[in-house]
T-cell receptor, first 113, second 117 residues
Framework: DGGITQSPKYLFRKEGQNVTLSCEQNLNHDAMYWYRQDPGQGLRLIYY???????QKGDIAEGYSVSREKKESFPLTVTSAQKNPTAFYLC????????????FGPGTRLTVT | QQQVKQSPQSLIVQKGGIPIINCAYENTAFDYFPWYQQFPGKGPALLIAIRPDVSEKKEGRFTISFNKSAKQFSLHIMDSQPGDSATYFCAASTHSYSGAGSYQLTFGKGTKLSVIP
């Protein structure tokens, strides 16, 4: 899990509620990413941020929002507009220079009923 | 053109066997090919990575073979152990900064490996 923490590990919400997933890193990495993982679907990119106060939509951004006010933090909000929010959510980070390796956090499993 | 196709979806081998997982890509701009290992309920961990200027890279029991002309790369696990049972993902990325989408990893859909004693 390296220096990336995600909390909580499990999260339960009722349909129609917004929920925010936390991601913090102490690796001094510039770039941070959010992925969604569903069985048999691999990892799909939701949002990413190359630097503070800037972020870009990934392949499946609809129904999600993010902020990047601090280098260490990249929270993801799953809004009520997300049609099928139940999934395993993974945060990752990458150094801004040198190798392109992305390092992942332990993930948050969100269940919406 | 951004897809990475991974096969097989699942693989069962006996202890000591050599499972092979294959990936293929279309985008010739990809120049970084990592493999990740994921245990149930955990985040993926970087296992090994290769760049297209070499045809093979070994790290311990894990080997990546890369065929640039065929746009294919594969992971071989030598002397597989039950502890290697996990889901393996290949991925690909470009290293050149070109605005939106830079450095993004495109993942295959994963291969669930089971190594039986």
């Amino acid at each position: 899990d390296g220096g990336i923490t995600q909390s909580p590990k499990y999260l339960f919400r009722k349909e129609g509620q917004n929920v925010t997933l936390s991601c913090e890193q102490n690796l001094n990495h510039d770039a941070m990413y959010w992925y969604r993982q569903d069985p048999g679907q691999g990892l799909r990119l939701i949002y990413y941020s190359q630097i503070v106060n800037d972020f870009q939509k990934g392949d499946i951004a609809e129904g999600y929002s993010v902020s990047r006010e601090k280098k260490e933090s990249f929270p993801l909000t799953v809004t009520s507009a997300q049609k099928n929010p139940t999934a395993f959510y993974l945060c990752a980070s990458r150094s801004g220079t040198g190798p392109y390796e992305q390092y992942f956090g332990p993930g948050t499993r969100l269940t919406v009923t | 053109q951004q897809q990475v196709k991974q096969s097989p979806q699942s693989l069962i081998v006996q202890k000591g066997g050599i499972p092979i997982i294959n990936c293929a890509y279309e985008n010739t701009a990809f120049d970084y090919f990592p493999w990740y290992q994921q245990f149930p309920g955990k985040g993926p961990a970087l296992l090994i990575a290769i760049r297209p200027d070499v045809s093979e890279k070994k790290e311990g029991r894990f080997t990546i073979s890369f065929n640039k002309s065929a746009k294919q790369f594969s992971l071989h696990i030598m002397d597989s152990q039950p502890g290697d049972s996990a889901t393996y993902f290949c991925a690909a990325s470009t290293h050149s900064y070109s605005g939106a989408g830079s450095y993004q990893l495109t993942f295959g859909k994963g291969t669930k490996l089971s190594v039986i004693p």
